[in-house]
C-alpha cells in the first residue's frame, strides 16, 4: 500500500535519516495501512459538506457505534474545497481512509484506476439494497461492477423564482413542458420585467449536463460506455449551440458576462443576484436553506419538441459512500454503508443532508418534517423519477462519467463562452471542440 | 547643493588616524581576511539550513524531476515515459501557450507598478504622522487577506457588474456596468490590480529598509541644502539598493509562480477562455485535477529554468546598479 | 523621527526636518484617508456581510444590511463539533512555532552567507535562491511521503520542524541584503576587541538586523496563517484543524452553505493577524531609534 513508488525507497530512507538524524527522532518504516501517522486501528471515514451535513452524520455514527461498539470509527470531514486533493495526496502518500463519501463525476476514474474496493460479493448478503432501483445503483457502478452505495436520488431539474414569476404576472410552466416553452417564457420575462431580467441562464455551456438530457432526448449519450469517446453527433451539439444563440440573441438569456461570472460561482448565479428567474444550478437551493430570499419552486429539464423525441431526464445518485482497496477494514466499511442505506435511525438524522432519500421507505420516513421548499423539491425528483421509470423509450441510466470528463465539461462551457462571446463562429468552435475532446478522452 | 556628499556614503565618523593606527588596522584587515575564509565557522551557522536544503528541498526537487519524465498519476505506480510530456507541451497543448503568455503579461505588467506603488506610500508613510500606524495597517490590509474563501469572494464582488469598482469608475462617469472579471479581455487585468492593490509585501520590506538608513547623512545633506528630490536621488535611492533589488528579484519570481489571486478571480477556473489561466494554476489543474502529476512536474521544471535565467539575468545586472556597504 | 522636507528659508535646517507644515500636512493626510478607505473597502464587506443573514448577502450585496444577524458569530464560533476557538489556538501554535523557527535559522545561514567566504559560496547561494523558484505544488508530493514516513502526518511537525531548518530561502536573502547594508567597520570593531564570530552574530548583527527580523516575523506569521494547502494535507482531523481549514467546514456547493457564518468566522480569522502586524510594525518604528548607528 502506498508503495507505488517502490524506486523511492532508497531515496527516501536517505532524506529521512538526513532529517530524522537532525532531530534525533527514529525512522520508523512505512507499514501502510490506514489512517496516516496513526497507532490505533480505528477506521477512519472522511466526509465533505456543510455544518448541516457533518452534524447529521457525526450524531448518526455515534449511534452506530453504540449498536457495534467493536467497530471505532475515526471521522474526518471537511468542505468540497480541497477534499479530493487531500485525498489524492493520501493515496500518492500511501495513508487513504478506509471509508470515504465519493463524488459521482469521479467514481469511475478512481474505480479503474484501482483505488476503490468492489462491493458485489456483500450485496444481499451484509448490503442490502432492497429498495434502490436499476437506474440509481448505476450511478455507482463502473463497467459492471458496484463500487459505490448512492445516497439520494438527484435529477436534473430547473430551480424557478417563483415569487418572481408572479410578479411579472407570469405563471409556473407544466412539469410536462418543452423547450420551445422554456424559449417562449424566458423571453415573456424580459419583456415582462422592461429588459430588467433575463429569463433563464445560459444553458448553452451545459450548466450541470443539461446538455445530456438533450441529447437523451435525441437517443444519444453524453459519453461512450467506456468511456473512451464521446456519445453525441456533431449535428445534436450544434443544433443546441443555435437554440441558445437564438436564446441569447431574443435576451431570453443573460450575455455572456454573467454566464461567465456565475462559472463555479453559486453566489453570483443568475438568478441569486436577480438577473434571471429560471436557473439549471440546483445548487441554488440546498437542504438546509438557500441563498436566496425568493419563493422557489423546481421544474425538470423541458422535453424535446421533434417527433420521435425520447425521455431524456434520467436519476442519478446524489454522493456515494465507496471503501477503498488498500483498505483492511471492508467489511466494516460495508455495515456503515449499510446503515446509512438502510437503518431508521440513520435515515431520519440524514434528512435531505446527502440529497432525496434513495428509498421509498426512506422517503415516507422524513416526509413529515420538512419545510415547504423541500416538500417541493421531493415532490419533483419523485414525479421525475416516476415519470422516467414508466417511460418506454428511455435510454439507460448514463454511466459514470470517466477519466477526463471535469476537462471536457470546462471545454464544453468554455467553447459555448467563445461563440457568446464573438470570438468564434459556431462552425468553427464545433470543430475545435470534438477536436480537443478528442485528445482528452483517447490521451 | 553645495557639497560633493552627494551619493557616497558617510562611513562613521572616527578619530583621526595616526600612522601607528592605521599599521594596527591593516593588521587587523588581514587577520579579518583569513577570519573571512572562515574554517569552520561557516559552515556551523549553516549547519540547519543543510539538512533542510538536502532533506527537504533537493530531494523533493529531484523526485519531482524525475516525475516529469514519467506518467504519474498519483493513484497508480509512475511509469517511464521518456521526453513524452515535454513534447506535448510545446507541440500539442493550446493551453499551455494561453497560460504562458498571461503569465508573461502579468509579470510585465504587474511587478513595475506593484514596486512604484510599494516605493511612492513607503517614503510617504516613513514619517512623523498622526496615525501613521493606522495608515501603515490599513494599507496592509489587503496584502493580509490571503487567499481564504471570503476573500475569494469579496474580491469577485468587488470587481463584479456592480461591484465597488464600478461605483468608483462611477465618479468619474466611467461606469458601464462591465463585469470585469468576467469578460476575457479584461479579466487578465482585473488580476494586476490585485496583485497591485496587494502591494504591502514589499511596502514593508521598503520601509524596514528605510528605518536603517543612517539618519545622519540626511541631515547632513539637509544642512547642505540639498533638496528633497535630490536627497531621494542621490542618497535614499542608492542607500536602498540593496532592498530595491531584493524586492525586484523576489516579486518577479512572485510573479511568475502567482497561484492564489488567479483562483480566486477564476474561482478555480482559469477563465473566461483561459484569459486568467496563469502557470501556476494550469500546473496546480493539471497535476490534481485532471491528475497528470507527471505532466504538471514537467510543466513546473520548465517555469523553474525561466525563472532561473530571469534571476540570473537580475544577478548580472544588480553588479551595475546595486551598492552595497561592506 | 524625520518627515523630510526641503529646507526654504529657514535658519535650523533641522529642525524644518522634523515636521511638514500645516497645508502640506492637511494635504498629505487627504492622500493617505482616501487610498485607506479604498484599500479597507473589501474589508467593509466582508464585515457587513457577517452581520446578514443567508438569503441578503448575495441578493443585496451593498455595505448597509437591510436585517441584522449576528447570531452568525455564534453559529460560527460553536459550529459543527469543534468551538471556532480550537481553530485558533491551533493556528496559533503552528503560526509562532514557524515564526521562531524562521527567525533563528534564516538569521544563522544569513549571517553566513553574508560576512563569511568559504568554498562554492556562489553554488550554495544559487541553489539557496533556486529552492524559491520551484512552485510549490511540484513538490508538494514527494514532501508528503517525507513525513509520512516519519508518521509525522496528523501533527503540527510538517509544518513546523521545516522552518527550523531554514527551508524559506526568502528570508534569508532578505536577510543577506539587509546585512550587506550594515557597514563592515562595525564587525571588525568587535573583532579588535577579539570577539569569535558567535558574538560578533548574537551582539552586533542579530540587533542591527532588527527591521529585517521583524519583518520576518510578520511574514512568517501571516503566510503560514493562510497557508491552507500545506495544512489541508497534513492535519487530517478535525480537532488538529487551523482557522482556514476551519473555515472551509461552512461552504459545500452541493449541500448548502452557511455564508453568513462563514464570513463572520473569516472576520474575527483576521483579528490575530492584524494584531500581529500592529504589534511588531510599531517595533519595526522603534527598531532603529533605539540600534542607533552610533555604535
Known amino acids: 500500500m502506498g508503495h507505488q513508488i517502490s524506486r523511492r525507497t532508497l531515496f527516501r530512507t536517505v532524506s529521512g535519516l538526513a532529517v530524522a538524524g537532525a532531530l534525533g527522532t527514529s525512522l520508523s518504516a512505512c507499514a501502510g495501512g490506514t489512517g496516516a501517522g496513526s497507532t490505533s486501528s480505528d477506521l477512519t471515514m472522511t466526509w465533505w459538506g456543510s455544518d448541516d451535513r457533518h452534524n447529521a452524520y457525526k450524531k448518526s455514527l455515534a449511534y452506530f457505534q453504540k449498536q457495534n461498539p467493536k467497530v471505532k470509527i475515526r471521522e474526518t470531514y471537511q468542505g468540497y474545497d480541497g477534499y479530493f486533493d487531500k485525498f489524492n495526496t493520501n493515496i500518492a502518500g500511501g495513508s487513504a481512509p478506509d471509508l470515504l463519501q465519493m463524488d459521482t463525476a469521479l467514481v469511475a476514474q478512481y474505480a479503474r484506476k484501482g483505488v476503490l474496493a468492489p462491493l458485489d460479493s456483500y450485496v444481499g448478503k451484509t448490503l442490502d439494497l432492497t429498495g434502490f432501483s436499476k437506474t440509481l445503483l448505476a450511478a455507482g457502478t463502473v463497467d459492471g461492477k458496484l463500487y459505490g452505495v448512492p445516497s439520494g436520488i438527484g435529477v436534473n431539474q430547473l430551480t424557478v423564482n417563483r415569487s418572481g414569476l408572479e410578479k411579472l404576472g407570469l405563471k409556473l410552466p407544466d412539469r410536462e413542458w418543452t423547450w420551445a416553452d422554456l424559449k417562449k417564457v424566458a423571453q415573456d420575462v424580459y419583456k415582462k420585467s422592461g429588459g430588467k431580467t433575463y429569463g433563464v441562464d445560459d444553458g448553452g455551456g451545459s450548466t450541470l449536463q443539461c446538455f445530456e438530457v438533450f441529447a437523451r432526448e435525441k437517443g444519444q449519450t453524453f459519453f461512450s460506455d467506456d468511456g473512451k469517446k464521446l456519445g453525441f453527433t456533431s449535428d445534436t451539439l450544434q443544433e443546441w ?188 468552435q464545433l470543430s475545435e471542440f470534438f477536436d480537443q475532446a478528442g485528445g482528452i478522452l483517447g490521451g | 547643493m553645495t557639497t560633493a556628499q552627494t551619493g557616497e556614503v558617510v562611513k562613521e565618523p572616527s578619530a583621526p588616524a595616526t600612522p601607528s593606527d592605521q599599521r594596527e588596522r591593516d593588521r587587523m584587515r588581514r587577520r579579518l581576511a583569513r577570519r573571512r575564509g572562515g574554517g569552520w565557522w561557516p559552515y556551523l551557522f549553516l549547519a540547519p539550513w543543510f539538512v533542510g536544503l538536502f532533506g527537504l528541498t533537493i530531494y523533493p526537487m529531484l523526485d519531482s524531476l524525475y516525475l516529469s519524465f514519467t506518467n504519474f498519476d498519483l493513484l497508480t505506480p509512475a511509469q517511464w515515459v521518456g521526453m513524452d510530456n515535454y513534447d506535448r507541451m510545446f507541440t500539442d497543448d493550446p493551453v499551455f501557450w494561453d497560460s504562458v503568455h498571461a503569465t508573461l503579461v502579468y ?93 504591502g509585501t514589499p511596502m514593508v520590506i521598503f520601509l524596514a529598509g528605510l528605518k536603517q538608513l543612517p539618519k545622519d547623512v540626511f541631515e547632513a545633506a539637509a544642512i547642505d541644502g540639498a533638496g528633497a528630490v535630490t536627497r531621494f536621488f542621490k542618497i535614499t535611492l542608492p542607500l536602498l539598493t540593496p532592498i530595491v533589488f531584493f524586492n525586484v528579484v523576489l516579486q518577479i519570481i512572485d510573479a511568475f509562480k502567482t497561484f492564489t489571486p488567479a483562483f480566486v478571480i477564476s474561482n478555480g477556473s482559469g477563465g473566461p477562455l483561459n484569459s486568467t489561466m496563469l502557470y501556476s494554476l494550469y500546473l496546480y489543474k493539471k497535476g490534481f485535477t485532471d491528475l497528470q502529476m507527471g505532466y504538471a512536474s514537467a510543466l513546473a521544471w520548465v517555469l523553474f529554468l525561466v525563472i532561473a535565467l530571469f534571476t540570473a539575468v537580475n544577478f548580472i545586472a544588480s553588479r551595475y546598479w546595486v551598492h552595497y556597504d561592506d | ?101 524562521n527567525v533563528i535559522s534564516c538569521s544563522l545561514a544569513a549571517y553566513a ?183
Not at chain 1, 461567465?260 to 440546483?282: E, P, Q, R
Not at chain 2, 469608475?169 to 496583485?195: E, K, R
Not at chain 3, 514516513?149 to 528570508?171: E, G, H, Q, S
Not at chain 3, 461552504?251 to 464570513?263: H, I, K, R, W
Open chain 3, 1 to 101: 523621527m524625520s518627515a523630510i522636507t526641503p529646507p526654504r528659508s529657514s535658519t535650523s535646517p533641522l529642525h524644518k526636518l522634523r515636521s511638514a507644515t500645516g497645508t502640506r500636512r492637511i494635504f498629505i493626510h487627504t492622500v493617505l484617508i482616501g487610498v485607506a478607505i479604498v484599500m479597507l473597502y473589501p474589508l467593509m464587506w466582508m464585515l457587513s456581510s457577517s452581520l446578514k443573514p443567508d438569503t441578503e448577502i448575495f441578493t443585496h450585496p451593498g455595505l448597509i444590511p437591510t436585517a441584522l444577524r449576528p447570531e452568525n458569530y455564534s453559529e460560527g464560533w460553536s459550529g459543527s463539533g469543534n468551538s471556532f476557538s480550537l481553530y485558533i489556538t491551533n493556528s496559533l501554535i503552528v503560526t509562532i512555532g514557524a515564526v521562531i523557527g
Open chain 2, 107 to 199: 509579470v510585465v505588467v504587474s511587478v513595475p507598478l506593484k514596486l512604484a506603488l510599494a516605493l511612492a506610500v513607503a517614503m510617504l508613510l516613513n514619517r512623523d504622522l498622526r496615525g501613521i500606524g493606522l495608515y501603515r495597517a490599513a494599507f496592509y490590509l489587503p496584502s493580509l487577506l490571503g487567499g481564504a474563501v471570503a476573500i475569494a469572494i469579496v474580491w469577485r464582488q468587488v470587481f463584479g457588474g456592480e461591484g465597488l469598482f464600478n461605483d468608483f469608475l462611477g465618479w468619474f462617469g466611467l461606469n458601464t456596468g462591465q463585469d470585469w472579471i468576467s469578460s476575457p479581455d479584461t479579466a487578465l487585468y482585473t488580476l494586476v490590480l490585485l496583485a497591485v492593490w496587494q502591494f
Open chain 3, 113 to 295: 552567507f553574508a560576512r563569511f567566504e568559504f568554498r562554492g559560496k556562489k553554488i550554495w547561494f544559487g541553489l539557496m535562491l533556486g529552492t524559491l523558484m520551484l512552485p510549490t505544488q511540484a513538490v508538494l508530493i514527494p514532501q508528503y511521503t517525507i513525513f509520512y514516513n516519519l508518521t509525522w502526518i496528523n501533527t503540527f511537525l510538517p509544518l513546523i520542524v521545516p522552518k527550523f531548518l531554514a527551508v524559506d530561502a526568502f528570508f534569508i536573502f532578505l536577510m543577506v541584503q539587509f546585512i550587506r547594508s550594515i557597514p563592515r567597520e562595525l564587525d571588525q570593531a568587535a573583532m579588535v576587541d577579539g570577539a569569535n564570530p558567535w558574538k560578533i552574530y548574537w551582539r552586533i548583527i542579530l540587533p542591527l538586523m532588527k527591521p529585517a527580523l521583524i519583518t520576518t516575523t510578520i511574514f512568517t506569521f501571516i503566510w503560514t496563517y493562510d497557508d491552507f494547502l500545506h495544512q489541508l494535507v497534513y492535519l487530517q482531523q478535525n480537532d488538529k484543524f487551523t482557522v482556514p481549514l476551519g473555515l472551509t467546514l461552512f461552504l459545500d456547493q452541493t449541500s448548502g452553505s452557511s455564508y453568513g457564518a462563514m464570513f463572520a468566522m473569516s472576520t474575527l480569522a483576521l483579528l490575530p493577524t492584524l494584531i500581529c502586524f500592529l504589534i511588531f510594525q510599531k517595533r519595526l518604528v522603534e527598531g532603529m531609534a533605539t540600534s542607533g548607528m552610533k555604535g
Open chain 1, 241 to 428: 449551440w443555435e437554440y441558445w444563440a437564438e436564446m441569447r440573441r431574443t435576451n431570453a438569456s443573460p450575455p455572456p458576462a454573467i454566464t461567465s461570472a456565475a462559472h463555479n460561482d453559486l453566489t453570483k448565479n443568475a438568478v441569486v443576484i436577480g438577473k434571471a428567474l429560471f436557473t439549471f444550478d440546483s445548487g441554488v437551493y440546498g437542504a438546509g436553506g438557500s441563498i436566496t430570499d425568493a419563493q422557489l419552486d423546481f421544474l425538470p429539464t423541458p422535453q424535446g419538441d421533434f417527433s420521435g423525441a425520447r425521455e431524456g431526464n434520467f436519476v442519478n445518485g446524489g454522493v456515494l459512500l465507496c471503501a477503498t482497496k488498500a483498505s483492511k477494514k471492508v467489511a466494516d466499511s460495508v455495515k456503515i454503508m449499510n446503515f446509512f442505506a438502510q437503518d431508521d435511525t440513520a435515515i431520519k438524522d440524514m434528512q435531505l443532508f446527502r440529497g432525496i432519500p434513495p428509498t421509498e421507505k426512506a422517503r415516507n420516513l422524513i416526509a413529515s418534517g420538512l419545510t415547504e421548499t423541500d416538500k417541493l423539491n421531493m415532490e419533483n425528483a419523485d414525479y421525475i423519477s416516476q415519470r422516467v421509470s414508466k417511460a418506454s423509450n428511455a435510454l439507460p441510466a448514463p454511466v459514470p462519467p470517466p477519466q477526463g470528463a471535469d476537462q471536457i465539461w470546462d471545454l464544453l462551457f468554455q467553447s459555448n463562452l467563445a461563440v457568446a462571446f464573438g470570438k468564434k463562429s459556431i462552425k468553427a
